[in-house]
């Protein structure tokens, strides 16, 4: 789906990867992956990505700047992070281990760059 009207994302045009998915920047993200210990959170009236990333990743300092983790970790990713997460949604949460260990790790870092 592409930003919506308003979104302070609307003015990117975005960029299609191999396989056609729509994302608002040239970093690879890291996309789903089935790992042991991913958390499926099912979505509450109010939940947004920010209040996810501040729940799951707290103990990292400014845990809630990593909601965009949880929207690139999505099966289908979300592109735009202002619009209201549905109420019953199921939204997959990598592990503080795999948002430390893996999808931060320098070596990840190496090999996008």
Do not use: K
């Amino acid at each position: 789906m592409a930003p919506h009207a308003g979104s302070r994302y609307s003015f990117s045009f975005g960029i299609r990867d191999e396989v056609g998915r729509l994302l608002l920047t040239e970093r690879v993200p890291y996309g789903f992956q089935p790992h042991a210990d991913t958390r499926v959170h099912l979505v509450a009236e109010g939940d947004s990505l920010w209040g996810l990333a501040g729940r799951y990743f707290a103990p990292l300092p400014r845990a809630c700047g990593f909601w965009w983790a949880i929207a690139d970790f999505q099966p289908e990713p979300i592109i735009d992070a202002t619009l209201e997460l549905e109420a019953g949604r199921r939204v997959y949460i990598p592990s503080l281990r795999v948002l430390t260990d893996v999808i931060l790790s320098e070596q990840r870092r190496r090999v996008s760059e």
